[in-house]
């Protein structure tokens, strides 16, 4: 391959991570509920949860690429068809931005318990870097992954390494909740982030466009989300049950490695829920700027970020708590016809 294929591959790969993980993802919070509970068995949940990271998202680049798609609203078109996609657009839409309010939410509370700072401010400055950055288009939701998300693994890595260091790789005994149970939310684990990342990883596949590439990028992708998971999930083992105390698990495995790394940890906390926010907030603006003239479009983003603004400051737990499994249900349903087989998936 070319230097310019093997370097667009790379930016798709981390563009894929950083749209999957978020405060969830960074806090360990996510890995916690969804594979570290599970003991022994949560290993064999990553790899099928990396299986479909790789398949589905490889899918999703390359029929980006096929149908010329500007956003996810050509993807659901072909799957649902055109009346059925109405309904299932509706949906992503109120699913990305519950999820952006969540991000600014999380991105305030961050600014004030670990900084002092006011949670406006938080927010604030975090939308002026999320407008200007989309106001590049893909090629800036490219370079702030590029720069993010190595970061990121370079330190989910390092909590990897010094908890096997400390620990011998000797982990604490888990009882695993049902057996059966660990597959089911493995595959839930896939299916939630995939329909969040279709709303970047379609328009990427057109961006791009070249099967090679998006196939290695997929892969990238996929493998990086799986080398994070595993680290994460092994260091959260050694310390279980303890991390069921802590909201901020990954911060608890950190907190022993100096003020200078824990200060790095939250930056890099930021960064994550940065790059989801990039992400679901150009999914929103591609879906909606659409209908409308392009120099609308700084109008639009504009709009979604201040509204996202104001209902952060009511809080978000309920909306979640409600959403979330729906949308759950939804992206269950969108990953199943990706892995239908190609004449049956025409349906508009």
Not at 32 to 50: A, D, K, N, P, R
Not at 238 to 247: E, G, R, S, W
Request: charged letters at 10%; a positive charge.
């Amino acid at each position: 391959m070319q230097k310019q294929q093997i370097k667009q591959s790379l930016q798709i790969g981390f563009t894929y991570i950083g749209t999957v993980v978020g405060a969830g993802f960074a806090s360990g919070q996510e890995i916690l509920q969804f594979f570290t509970v599970y003991g022994e068995w949560s290993y064999l949940g990553i790899l099928i949860s990396v299986l479909l990271f790789a398949w589905v998202g490889g899918k999703m680049l390359l029929l980006g690429a096929k149908l010329k798609a500007n956003s996810y609203r050509e993807l659901n078109a072909y799957l649902f068809g055109e009346r059925l996609a109405l309904w299932i657009d509706l949906f992503m839409l109120v699913m990305l931005f519950g999820v952006t309010v969540a991000m600014l939410a999380g991105v305030g509370a961050l600014f004030d318990e670990n900084f002092q700072l006011p949670f406006e401010l938080g927010v604030l400055v975090t939308m002026a870097a999320t407008y200007f950055t989309i106001m590049r288009g893909m090629q800036g939701i490219l370079a702030a992954n590029t720069i993010i998300v190595p970061v990121m693994m370079t330190l989910v890595c390092f909590i990897f390494l010094k908890t096997a260091w400390t620990t011998g790789m000797r982990t604490s005994t888990v009882i695993p909740q049902p057996s059966g149970s660990w597959l089911t939310s493995a595959i839930s684990y896939a299916a939630f982030n995939l329909g969040l990342a279709s709303s970047v990883l379609v328009p990427l596949g057109n961006e791009i466009k070249d099967r090679k590439t998006l196939v290695l990028g997929g892969c990238v992708g996929s493998v990086g989300l799986g080398i994070m998971l595993l680290g994460a999930n092994f260091a959260l083992t050694t310390h279980f049950p303890t991390v069921l105390n802590y909201q901020v698990p990954m911060a608890f495995l950190i907190s022993t490695s100096g003020a200078l790394l824990q200060t790095i940890f939250v930056l890099v906390l930021w960064g994550e829920i940065f790059s989801t926010l990039i992400a679901n907030v150009y999914g929103l603006g591609s879906q909606l700027i659409a209908p409308y003239p392009a120099e609308k479009g700084p109008l639009l983003i504009v709009l979604i970020l201040t509204s996202a603004f104001f209902v952060s400051q009511i809080g978000f737990t309920k909306i979640v708590t409600y959403l979330y499994p729906i949308f759950g249900y939804l992206s269950f349903l969108l990953m199943t016809l990706l892995l239908w087989p190609h004449n049956v998936q025409k349906r508009s």
